[in-house]
């Protein structure tokens, strides 16, 4: 078995479904920590269930997580609908910027929308924001990103993706002001007069 074959198949590129056998393939090479785990997490999160999680979580703790666990939190969190769970994980990525691994608080901003999907959480809201509107912060394009997806902004805005962006142009204008509006990021009301 070839686990690139499985995933193609898994992702639509190839004709045919996923096999329980592969799937269980999947699983052995999360479990050896052998193989190609990138592709294993992918067809775990295209084809797996929750209770694969337990298989993906060692991947944000163990030796491998600076290579995997912005991989993991993502097959966790939007593919294996596990968001409840690792919510307070997200949340303290987010707002106490810990590295838990590598990149590890992007990897929480690009679950963000999930969790404030679940959860009613202002405070957050506002912590990504003010990522946000830090020039000299290395995420900010992925909290601008995270709050573009949260306020349902995608089409209102020119480039979605952009990390070059300035904080005074009209996206980060329309992005500050809907922040403020639905988390009532009090500390940065200063800041909506920034146009």
């Known amino acids: 078995m070839k686990i690139k074959d499985i995933l193609a198949r898994a992702r639509g ?13 999947a699983r052995k090479i999360l479990e050896k ?7 294993a997490l992918s ?42 769970r ?12 810990i590295e838990l691994f590598d990149n590890s608080r992007m990897a929480a901003l690009h679950v963000a929308d999930l969790y404030l999907q679940e959860f009613d959480d202002p405070e957050l809201g506002c912590a990504i924001l003010k990522i946000m509107l ?13 709050l573009i997806r949260i306020l349902n902004l995608k089409n209102l805005v020119a480039d979605p993706v952009t990390e070059d962006f300035d904080v005074k142009d009209n996206d980060s204008t329309l992005i500050m ?19």
């Open 134 to 146: 830090d020039k000299n912060n290395p995420d900010k394009g992925a909290a601008r990103l995270a």
């Open 86 to 97: 690792y919510g307070s994980k997200i949340r303290s990525l987010i707002i106490n910027d």
């Open 43 to 84: 067809v775990i999160g295209l084809c797996g269930n929750s209770k694969d999680a337990d298989l993906v979580e060692p991947y944000l703790y163990n030796e491998h997580k600076n290579i995997y666990g912005e991989m993991a939190i993502r097959t966790l969190c939007r593919y294996l609908g596990q968001t409840a």
């Open 33 to 39: 920590e052998e193989g190609d785990i990138s592709s």
């Open 13 to 25: 590129l190839k004709v045919g479904e996923v096999t329980a056998k592969e799937l269980d393939y």
């Open 177 to 195: 002001n809907s922040a403020i509006t639905k988390f009532g990021c009090e500390i940065l009301k200063n800041k909506q007069n920034l146009h």
